[in-house]
């Protein structure tokens, strides 16, 4: 399973930004996604989750209301979308894949079985 995530960029404060993560495989459908950030000297902080089918959905508190994370299994992508962007959410972006989890595990970087490279987001005050 490989990830590819695309969409970041530079944009100013109140901006919006869609990333999309490419998965290669057959078995995409049977992974639940997530996304990671980093920020420069930052450790890497959950932003947002889904499972398998989209049934359910997960976001941290700093993002709730202004990022939608979303699937299109036809595709092998996950999208996150993200809304009224605020300089603090500058960062690099990673998705990533894992199976099998239990109650909040999406929240846990080491629950998740495969990454993808990043891709950086800027916002401008």
């Known amino acids: 399973v490989q990830l590819q995530a695309s969409g970041g960029g530079l944009v100013q404060a109140g901006g919006s930004l869609r990333l999309s993560c490419a998965v290669s495989?057959?078995?995409?459908?049977?992974?639940?996604m997530g996304w990671f950030r980093q920020a420069p000297g930052k450790e890497r902080e959950f932003v947002s989750a889904?499972?398998?089918?989209?049934?359910?959905?997960y976001y941290a508190d700093s993002v709730k209301g202004r990022f939608t994370i979303s699937r299109d299994n036809a595709k092998n992508t996950v999208y996150l979308q993200m809304n009224s962007l605020k300089p603090e959410d500058s960062a690099v972006y990673y998705c990533?894949?894992?199976?099998?989890?239990?109650?909040?595990?999406?929240?846990?970087?080491?629950?998740?079985?495969?990454w993808g490279q990043g891709t950086l987001v800027t916002v401008s005050s």
């Open positions: 990533a894949a894992g199976r099998n989890w239990v109650g909040a595990d999406y929240y846990y970087a080491g629950h998740y079985d495969y």
């Open positions: 495989g057959r078995t995409f459908s049977t992974y639940a």
């Open positions: 889904i499972t398998w089918n989209g049934g359910s959905t």
